[in-house]
């Protein structure tokens, strides 16, 4: 199959908090033919404080990685970030509208010369390599293990914006999950709000709104849960105990990113999929692994 | 909610807010749909649909001080869901950014100090940077970081670089951040200017 090129954003958390997402995403699009070229020097796209303060400030500060990306001729940004997404996602959207990008030049002083766009790495993987496609990368089905796909809130909402999966109900986790063996359990809280960025501020807020998440998937006889975007991951998983303090409960879910169950599947070295940076041990997950296969015991 | 006088709201509030989100709020109905998916309506102190029908009736001052404004977590929820395809998360955050502007939400408004806090190291190093955040948010908001017990583990899983990354282009991004002062402040001071102007605001 041939490669697909990509400019690529891994995002500031990729670094630190989530570098377990970064590494092993990186793991996984390589096995997949996806390559992946650094943005050179890129910046923090603001995140939800930029866009809080100002949209023409939060725009500028995503157009300068639009235009960093100039340089490597590539006009397709990809991220796993759905934070760092969005807000580049509305910059360039924003650029669009009658006056915003002369706004956002006086800013940078760096006139974006090409069109671009940009879009999540699951977006990719679901449309471009398809879950079929995956499925022939499997080397060690993970069955015997009942995960909730969890989306959050930001990946493809508004639908006629972001125009990927489906606004209400998406399902791109859903299919990767069960193409690579794991039983998909229906989440009905898949895309509801964990808080996000507030627990900094205020990890009441998140606790509330987190531990409801944990207590359905709990009650469903989840052994794990599965996410796509750093702040979820942060709050399900590092904000856990938290959660479990905040409600009386005593729930341990581990906490995946559908990167590393991947990886796991497709038979990726364990080193390169960061398993160990998970708060809640995901070992006896991966134990029940085993009963189908010999990959638990490595 | 306290009685409003019909009749005196102010319409060049109205008019900003819908000329800065591009969105038409006097299509508002009322119908509710932004507020039942709400994940933070427990705290806010006007939900959603009763911050759309502020602003359609002028209530510059109830909008702006409100706390839900700077609760909203830009979810989309709502804007998902309103039948009359309002972006009232992009209302709301341009609602945050007028009050802002006006000096609302003080220095005590843990949200706000988070924001400032993950911008300066923006500003500093070009990428936001978690430890440095943590402890400027700690000294602005002047009480001990509620996320603080967390640290210890974080450390242990490398997942808290002690310095910044630096990216080699930083002074370009702080020319972005010095730009965008600037050029508030030139805009407070005209504001403060036209408001010495005998007042047409409120009609
Ligand atoms: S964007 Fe804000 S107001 Fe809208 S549903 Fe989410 S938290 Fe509520
Ligand atoms: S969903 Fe739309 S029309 Fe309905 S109350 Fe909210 S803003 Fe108004």
Sequence with gaps: ?298 | MEPIQLGRGDTEFIRKVEEESRQVVKKCYQCGNCTAGCPMSFSYDYTANQLMRLIQLGQRERVLKSRAVWMCVTCETCTTRCPNEIDVARVLDVCRHMARKAGYGGVFNNMRVFADSFLQTVRWNGKSHELGLMALFKMRAMKPFSDLSLAPSMLLKGKLPYLPHRIKGRSEVAGIFKRFSEQQLKELHAQTTDDKKPAGGDK
Excluded at chain 1, 199 to 221: C, E, F, I, M, P
Excluded at chain 1, 230 to 246: I, S
Aim: contains cysteine; negative net charge.
């Design chain 1, 1 to 298: 199959m041939a490669e697909k090129t990509f400019a690529y954003y891994p995002g500031c958390s990729g670094a630190g908090t989530s570098i377990e997402y970064d590494k092993s995403n990186r793991a996984v699009c390589e096995e997949l033919g996806i390559k992946l070229v650094d943005i050179p020097d890129w910046n923090c796209c603001g995140s939800t404080p930029a866009h809080q303060v100002d949209h023409v400030l939060s725009a500028a500060l995503g157009a300068r990685n639009f235009a960093q990306a100039e340089q490597l001729g590539l006009d397709t940004i990809i991220t796993p970030c759905p934070a760092c997404l969005k807000n580049q996602h509305n910059a360039l959207e924003h650029m669009e509208e009658p006056g915003f990008a002369e706004r956002v030049n006086e800013l940078t002083r760096r006139p974006l010369t090409r069109k671009h766009s940009i879009k999540s790495v699951l977006q990719v993987i679901l449309e471009d390599i398809t879950p079929e496609e995956v499925a022939k990368h499997v080397k060690t089905p993970l069955s015997g293990i009942k995960i909730v796909p969890y989306y959050g809130c930001l990946m493809n909402r508004p639908g006629k914006s972001m125009k990927f999966d489906d606004d209400e109900n998406p399902m791109a986790l859903d299919r990767l999950m069960a193409a690579i063996g794991c039983e998909v359990l229906d989440f009905p809280l898949k895309q509801d709000c964990c808080g996000g960025a507030a627990g900094v501020a205020d990890n009441k807020v998140t606790s509330r709104l987190s531990g409801r998440h944990l207590q359905v998937a709990n009650h469903l006889g989840a052994d794990a849960m599965v996410v796509a975007c750093p702040l979820c991951q942060m709050n399900m998983d590092m904000r856990q105990a938290q959660a479990n303090a905040y409600y009386g409960t005593s729930i341990k879910l581990p906490v995946f990113y559908y990167t590393q169950l991947m990886g796991l599947a497709f038979g990726i070295d364990k080193s390169r999929l960061a398993l160990n940076k998970l708060i809640v041990d995901p070992a006896p997950v991966l134990a029940k692994i085993g009963k189908s296969a010999e990959e638990a015991q490595a």
